[in-house]
């Protein structure tokens, strides 16, 4: 059995991983022309579902290398006012502290470079995926810009949110723009940044929630005690060039007709500008970190989600992570429920290459199961982030805001209520 898989991201890396371990080929194609082409600096937290998935897929080294290069691990979640006052403090505890298992957050391009290692003769570059055609013999053949194409028995489109291979199996399939957009930015943590976070917001992660729907998020990245807990420098001395300094990262995302200019425009001073000018009445400390960000580190994206495909025929094309669910930053759930998929898809495809089911029905049994879960993460990831919500709104918005903050503080004096809503957030990113 020969796997295609287009895209050398989190979920294309980690079925290549699972895929190779049991002895199928498989071949990668990746549209950037070298593997360090990905800058992507920006931080994806990993759940203890993600880690168990990543861990299933990889061999024991890689993912060694994945903990040793991840931040210290959170403590906890918060909630908080624009002003920094505390709505609602969830600690984790068990599994989402466990060092090796537990919640993590990676920069993309270092956890792209962790999965590279071991796949260096099966991942191709600079080959830009154009279609595909099926066979008469049943297998497929994936035609690539520079003219050259690759034949085998499954095409996985693992493309990311632009999905050509989406666009050719499934062309009703869309993404929707969800009328949220958000500016980003990351700062080196020095004592003086560092001294803006209150201890809690030093040691988790924090979600601020401000009027007229508003939202932000600020993260500290410590890297250097778990690097020299792991003895990086010495195990793994050629990883140098992937990992990233200790840094404060910080978020902020409205809906686009409460933003006075479009950011999409906009160049990284301008972005910074307006940054500043949607926190005017925010605690001055968010002002600062947003001050102290150099131009070039302060980033747009608008935020799209993927409206759920009608029902289609299982074939020898598949698809996998944002290629099929695009979903919202709002819960933390798209690289996880790749790595969910990934996981599940490589099980299924070892267990057809053994003779315990037919392809095809490995195919149908995956698709029906990442189906299943996907719709849950896509419309929870929607609620979080959608401006028709009326939390945009000038005055129904207020009121709503003020009823979301009650109930998050009485969640927060009630211990079960906090374990549940915990529950509730771990299950949507992979642990149901
Ligand atoms: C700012 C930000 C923060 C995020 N935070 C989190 C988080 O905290 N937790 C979380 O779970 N998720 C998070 N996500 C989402 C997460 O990054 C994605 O869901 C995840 O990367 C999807 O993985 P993937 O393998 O499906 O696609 P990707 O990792 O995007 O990989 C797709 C690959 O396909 C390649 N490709 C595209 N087109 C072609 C082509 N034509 N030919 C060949 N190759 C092609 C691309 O170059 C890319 O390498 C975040 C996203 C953003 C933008």
Same mark, same amino acid.
Request: hydrophobic content about 40%; glycine content about 10%.
């Given at each position: 059995?020969?796997?295609?898989?287009?895209?050398?991201?989190?979920?294309?890396?980690?079925? /290549?991983?699972?895929?190779?371990?049991?002895?199928?080929?498989?071949?990668?194609?990746?549209?950037?022309?070298?593997?360090? /082409?990905?800058?992507?600096?920006?931080?994806?937290?990993?759940? !203890?579902?993600?880690?168990?998935?990543?861990?299933?897929?990889?061999?024991?080294?890689?993912?060694?290398?994945?903990?040793?290069?991840?931040?210290?691990? !959170?403590?906890?979640?918060? *909630?908080?006012?624009?002003?920094?006052?505390?709505?609602?403090?969830?600690?984790?505890?068990?599994? /989402?502290?466990?060092?090796?298992?537990?919640?993590?957050?990676? $920069?993309?391009?270092?956890?792209?470079?962790?999965?590279?290692?071991?796949?260096?003769?099966?991942?191709?570059?600079?080959?830009?995926?154009?279609?595909?055609?099926?066979?008469?013999?049943?297998?497929? %053949?994936?035609?690539?810009?520079?003219?050259?194409?690759?034949?085998?028995?499954?095409?996985?489109?693992?493309?990311?949110?632009?999905?050509?291979?989406?666009?050719?199996?499934?062309?009703?399939?869309?993404?929707?723009?969800?009328?949220?957009?958000?500016?980003?930015?990351?700062?080196?943590?020095?004592?003086?940044?560092?001294?803006?976070?209150?201890?809690? +917001?030093?040691?988790?992660?924090?979600?601020?929630?401000?009027?007229?729907?508003?939202?932000?998020?600020?993260?500290?990245?410590?890297?250097?005690?778990?690097?020299?807990?792991?003895? $990086?420098?010495?195990?793994?001395?050629?990883?140098? =060039?992937?990992?990233?300094?200790?840094?404060?990262?910080?978020?902020?995302?409205?809906?686009?007709?409460?933003?006075?200019?479009?950011?999409?425009?906009?160049?990284?001073?301008?972005?910074?500008?307006?940054?500043?000018?949607?926190?005017?009445?925010?605690?001055?400390?968010?002002?600062?970190?947003?001050? *102290?960000?150099?131009?070039?580190?302060?980033?747009?994206?608008?935020?799209?989600?993927?409206?759920? !495909?009608?029902?289609?025929?299982?074939?020898?094309? %598949?698809?996998?992570?944002?290629?099929?669910?695009? +979903?919202?930053?709002?819960?933390?759930?798209?690289?996880?429920?790749?790595?969910?998929?990934?996981?599940?898809?490589?099980?299924?495809?070892?267990?057809?290459?053994?003779? =315990?089911?037919?392809?095809?029905?490995?195919?149908?049994?995956?698709? /029906?199961?990442?189906?299943?879960?996907?719709?849950?993460?896509?419309? =929870?990831?929607?609620?979080?982030?959608?401006?028709?919500?009326?939390?945009?709104?000038?005055?129904?918005?207020?009121?709503?805001?003020?009823? +979301?903050?009650?109930?998050?503080?009485?969640?927060?004096?009630?211990? !079960?209520?906090?374990?549940?809503?915990?529950?509730? *957030?771990?299950?949507?990113?992979?642990?149901?």
């Amino acid at each position: 059995m020969h796997i295609l898989i287009i895209g050398a991201g989190t979920g294309g890396l980690a079925l /290549a991983h699972a895929l190779k371990q049991a002895g199928i080929a498989v071949s990668v194609y990746e549209r950037d022309t070298a593997p360090n /082409a990905d800058q992507g600096g920006y931080r994806v937290g990993i759940s !203890p579902a993600g880690s168990r998935a990543l861990k299933a897929c990889v061999p024991a080294s890689n993912y060694q290398l994945f903990v040793a290069t991840c931040a210290r691990p !959170p403590r906890c979640f918060n *909630m908080l006012t624009e002003q920094f006052s505390e709505v609602l403090c969830l600690e984790l505890d068990g599994e /989402a502290v466990d060092l090796m298992d537990g919640e993590k957050n990676v $920069i993309r391009k270092t956890l792209r470079q962790v999965l590279l290692r071991g796949l260096e003769d099966d991942v191709f570059f600079g080959k830009r995926f154009v279609s595909y055609a099926q066979n008469p013999d049943g297998s497929v %053949t994936a035609r690539f810009a520079d003219g050259t194409d690759a034949t085998g028995n499954v095409l996985v489109g693992a493309d990311g949110s632009g999905s050509p291979v989406r666009n050719q199996l499934l062309p009703d399939a869309r993404l929707e723009d969800t009328g949220i957009v958000s500016l980003g930015g990351k700062l080196p943590m020095t004592a003086e940044s560092k001294a803006l976070l209150t201890d809690r +917001m030093f040691h988790g992660m924090s979600l601020i929630m401000a009027p007229r729907g508003f939202g932000g998020i600020v993260h500290s990245l410590e890297f250097a005690q778990n690097r020299a807990n792991a003895d $990086i420098a010495r195990r793994w001395p050629d990883f140098a =060039e992937a990992l990233d300094d200790d840094s404060i990262g910080w978020g902020l995302w409205g809906a686009r007709q409460n933003f006075p200019a479009d950011p999409s425009t906009l160049n990284g001073e301008d972005l910074r500008r307006l940054a500043l000018e949607l926190t005017r009445d925010w605690h001055p400390h968010m002002r600062r970190l947003i001050e *102290m960000t150099e131009p070039a580190m302060v980033q747009y994206i608008g935020v799209r989600t993927s409206v759920p !495909p009608p029902p289609w025929e299982s074939c020898n094309v %598949t698809l996998l992570g944002d290629a099929i669910h695009t +979903m919202t930053p709002g819960r933390g759930a798209g690289a996880n429920t790749a790595l969910r998929d990934a996981a599940l898809l490589g099980r299924l495809l070892i267990e057809a290459s053994r003779g =315990e089911r037919s392809l095809l029905q490995a195919i149908h049994d995956y698709e /029906a199961e990442m189906l299943r879960y996907s719709a849950e993460a896509v419309r =929870e990831s929607k609620k979080q982030m959608s401006a028709a919500d009326l939390i945009h709104k000038p005055v129904i918005g207020g009121l709503q805001l003020a009823a +979301m903050r009650g109930v998050m503080r009485i969640i927060n004096a009630v211990p !079960p209520f906090k374990r549940r809503l915990l529950q509730n *957030m771990m299950r949507v990113r992979g642990a149901n």
